[in-house]
């Protein structure tokens, strides 16, 4: 399990299928405050191991993650 602060990002890809992720946050969950960040953004500098998996042709990735901002457009927590 991880922990992830308020207002911090967090992906993951998983190497094997079946996998389980959990993560606990600091209150319950409300959409109204979500943000999505492009996961493919190169200005994050993210080197996805792709190939481990197959290629990009066959990653999943979530509706919601798909239409994420690149982090020059994102909302900025102050």
Not at 12 to 31: I, M
Not at 46 to 75: H, R
Request: no cysteine; charged share 20%; glycine share 8%.
């Amino acid at each position: 399990m991880a922990w992830i602060p308020p207002g911090f990002a967090h992906g993951f890809l998983s190497l094997e299928d079946g996998t389980t992720v959990a993560y606990k946050a600091s209150d319950f969950y409300a959409p109204a405050h979500e943000r999505s960040l492009l996961w493919s953004d190169p200005v994050l500098g993210i080197d996805w191991p792709l190939e481990q998996v197959g290629g990009a042709s066959v990653v999943l990735v979530s509706d919601k993650d798909k239409v994420g901002k690149p982090l020059a457009e994102a909302e900025v927590y102050e």
